[in-house]
């Protein structure tokens, strides 16, 4: 007798239900049924949308065939394994190490126990389309433009991990197409609500125990270009006024030293000593600054963003107002984001504060 022959795989495709039924709303779904195999028990799942539905259906589909044409399971690392090897061996320090370490935990939730070679670009795009996993809060999430992105950016560091260490033999996001993320202009404040927050910044709560402190902040952040980090972690015996310049030992790119402006000088001379509190405290006196400053809202990284336009639009210098804020390899994005966000007229206002 000859050898019986091996059927194909049948195709999985995504059907249309209704749920509820029998009710006046019926809502209708997709859902993609899977049977049962020798590896694997039988699958249901379900998707608010079509395309959701068949690009899940598509991948399950692809995996099927990888697995008749070679007649056996393919045998590797699962994305735990790898996860947990990886997580024991990369140091992931910081907020950003945080970031990754929950975007990272959120893919392992889904495909933790998925060969690695086995995850396709097409099972990637239909997790970043569907809800996101659920934490221990039970909270439902979604996926957001910079969600996405940032996922994408950390998989991308994982996978090529993974490549090094041969824990997998390609990398699906190769692939996947780039999630992209529309950004805004960014927001600067005006002469006069500067203004505003100098005359406001002498008052506010715990001035009697810390000094100066809030006005150190404006001085450090509007005239010199520091993160709120930064200014966080400065003390008066960084300030050198014979050399004129400011010593930034740990910033986010590192040391520098950033030139003392003009405006700095005369916003800052009366300044003799401060103590910062605690970052919540901080936060708090800011928001009170802010509100006896008459301004509504508070753009993010106002301050700094202030800074970069304003003496972009003086000097023109953007490779030494790089080097200033701590963007020495972003000479372009200087140029590119920030030039003609404030009017020259006004910038030189700003600069004699």
């Not at 059927?7 to 993609?32: C, D, F, H």
Request: charged share 30%.
């Amino acid at each position: 007798m000859g050898s019986k022959k091996k059927r194909a795989p049948k195709l999985i495709e995504a059907r249309k239900y209704i749920e509820n039924k029998g009710r006046k709303s019926e809502a209708i779904k997709w859902q993609v049924n899977i049977p049962a195999t020798e590896t694997r028990p039988r699958e249901r799942k379900c998707f608010d949308t079509e395309d959701a539905a068949v690009l899940y259906a598509d991948s399950i589909n692809r995996l099927l065939r990888r697995e008749g044409e070679a007649g056996l399971e393919k045998t590797g690392c699962t994305a735990s394994q790898a996860l947990t090897t990886f997580f024991a061996t990369r140091s992931l320090e910081g907020r950003h190490g945080d970031t990754a370490r929950h975007l990272l935990n959120d893919f392992e939730r889904v495909f933790g126990s998925e060969l690695l070679d086995n995850i396709t670009a097409i099972d990637l795009a239909a997790y970043w389309n569907a809800e996101r996993p659920r934490r221990t809060d039970g909270k439902r999430r979604f996926w957001a433009e910079s969600s996405k992105a940032s996922s994408f950016r950390y998989l991308q560091m994982f996978w090529n991990w993974c490549l090094k260490n041969q824990k997998c033999t390609s990398n699906p996001l190769a692939l996947a197409e780039r999630p992209k993320v529309t950004r805004s202009a960014p927001k600067v404040l005006g002469v006069e609500q500067v203004k505003a927050l100098l005359e406001n910044a002498s008052t506010g709560v715990h001035r009697a125990e810390y000094g100066e402190y809030m006005r150190a902040y404006i001085c450090l952040s509007f005239f010199a270009g520091l993160r709120t980090s930064e200014c966080l972690g400065m003390t008066i015996d960084r300030l050198d006024w014979e050399e004129g310049d400011i010593h930034v030992p740990k910033g986010k790119t590192g040391e520098r030293f950033v030139t003392m402006t003009e405006a700095f000088k005369r916003n800052m001379r009366g300044i003799s000593a401060w103590k910062w509190p605690l970052w919540r405290n901080f936060y708090k006196a800011r928001r009170e600054l802010v509100k006896r400053a008459g301004i509504g809202e508070w753009p993010r990284n106002a301050a700094r963003k202030t800074f970069i336009s304003a003496y972009l639009a003086v000097t023109k210098n953007a490779p030494e107002l790089a080097h200033q804020v701590g963007h020495n390899r972003d000479v372009e994005m200087i140029n590119r984001v920030y030039a003609r966000r404030i009017k020259t007229s006004e910038a030189v206002r700003l600069t004699e504060l």
